[in-house]
């Protein structure tokens, strides 16, 4: 029997993909799908302000972390308190990782049908994309303001995002997530500016009002479904038919 508890949004719906919803135990107050489903599973706090007396106290089998998401000394503590617990440490790098990710899950978890159904949808979601030639556009992936802060190419995001052409430019920095100083980092005129839902919830009026101060078309500043972009799992196989979309607007743009 299994007693999940999961730590990171994308994880949790990839669990009830994989029918083991049940079996969850604790989750965060960001993993919100499946709804109305995920409702009924006890939120322990959030990705990075864990409820850790909770979380013992849930005797989980499994504790689902991601590398990115969660703070290393939150786990350590937990696994110190929790010595019988299995962690499930993840860290995908790229799109395609998430065939490893369904097939990890399946053997784990003791879903390996289900895990093979979604590696089947995945690969019918990608190879079109993978038929396709794209012309590389660059593009400025913003995920937050003050400070203004983006994404790497070493990230998922970018990745996920060149699948589709779509090239990140990012300031030089050893993070993966970097602070962007305007007055160094200019938009250039052939730039897209993508203002992502999450973690910072970018509306038309931020676009609206970033492409009159730098000077650049409208259009050429347009908002993005972060979970498209950012999260693994079954949302990935959807995500890929929104970045062939989201290349779609841009051209037309």
């Known amino acids: 029997m299994f007693r999940i508890v999961s730590l990171v949004p994308s994880l949790t719906e990839l669990l009830f993909a994989l029918d083991r919803g049940p079996d969850l135990v604790g989750r965060t107050g960001f993993c919100v799908h499946p709804s109305p489903a995920v409702r009924a599973v006890p939120k322990l706090g959030g990705t990075k302000t864990v409820d850790e007396a909770a979380v013992i106290a849930a005797a989980p089998t499994h504790l689902v972390v991601n590398v990115d998401e969660n703070e290393k000394p939150t786990i350590e503590r937990l696994m110190e308190a929790l010595p019988h617990t299995e962690l499930v440490v993840t860290h995908p790098c790229a799109v395609?990782?998430?065939?490893?990710?369904?097939a990890?899950?399946?053997?784990?978890?003791?879903?390996?049908p289900q895990a093979e159904a979604l590696i089947a949808a995945f690969d019918r979601a990608l190879e079109p994309i993978e038929a396709q030639s794209y012309?590389?556009?660059?593009?400025?992936?913003?995920?937050?303001?003050?400070p203004w802060m983006t994404v790497s190419p070493r990230t998922y995001i970018a990745d996920a995002l060149a699948c589709v052409g779509l090239q990140v430019r990012a300031p030089a920095s050893d993070r993966r997530y970097p602070e962007i100083h305007w007055d160094q980092f200019v938009p250039a005129a052939q730039d897209r500016v993508l203002f992502?839902?999450?973690?910072?919830?970018?509306?038309p009026g931020h676009a609206a009002?970033?492409?009159?101060d730098h000077g650049l078309p409208p259009q050429h500043c347009?908002?993005?479904?972060?979970?498209?972009?950012?999260?693994?799992?079954?949302?990935?196989i959807a995500g890929l038919h929104y970045l062939a979309e989201l290349r779609r607007r841009i051209e037309r743009s």
């Open 209 to 212: 009002a970033f492409a009159k």
């Open 135 to 146: 012309v590389p556009v660059p593009v400025i992936y913003l995920i937050w303001k003050d």
């Open 96 to 102: 395609r990782d998430n065939r490893a990710l369904y």
């Open 104 to 112: 990890q899950f399946g053997e784990l978890f003791d879903c390996k």
């Open 196 to 203: 992502s839902s999450e973690p910072y919830r970018f509306g």
């Open 222 to 236: 347009l908002l993005v479904d972060g979970e498209m972009t950012s999260w693994y799992g079954p949302r990935a």
